[in-house]
């Protein structure tokens, strides 16, 4: 499940931000918020994900199930709670 996660974040995630960019001038505010918050999410899900690939062995040997989940979820982790809370922005005026 772990493996299906970490491909998750390679391929799905980029590929939900790219379906979520598409035509995005056009889209009202509240669709921006969501792919900027998408974005800002995945973004902060790679460096938590790097961060934790870098831990010395010594470091994660006894209690890999932390520095596990945080390498092969962050990204997803990240990207769909970037989408939340960017729909959670109030609706602004469109400037149409």
């Given at each position: 499940?772990d ?10 995630a ?5 379906v ?8 009202v505010p509240?669709?921006?918020y ?6 800002v ?5 790679v460096v ?5 690939m ?9 209690e890999?199930?932390l ?7 962050a990204m997803?982790?990240g990207?769909?709670?970037g ?6 922005f ?5 400037r149409?």
């Amino acid at each position: 499940m772990d493996s299906a996660a970490l491909l998750a974040g390679f391929f799905l995630a980029p590929a939900l931000l790219l379906v979520l960019g598409h035509g995005l001038r056009k889209r009202v505010p509240r669709a921006r918020y969501r792919f900027w918050g998408g974005i800002v999410g995945y973004l902060l899900g790679v460096v938590v994900a790097v961060l934790a690939m870098m831990i010395p062995p010594t470091g994660w040997a006894g209690e890999g199930g932390l520095r596990s989940s945080m390498v092969h979820w962050a990204m997803v982790t990240g990207c769909l709670l970037g989408v939340f809370v960017g729909s959670l922005f109030p609706r602004g005026s469109s400037r149409e």
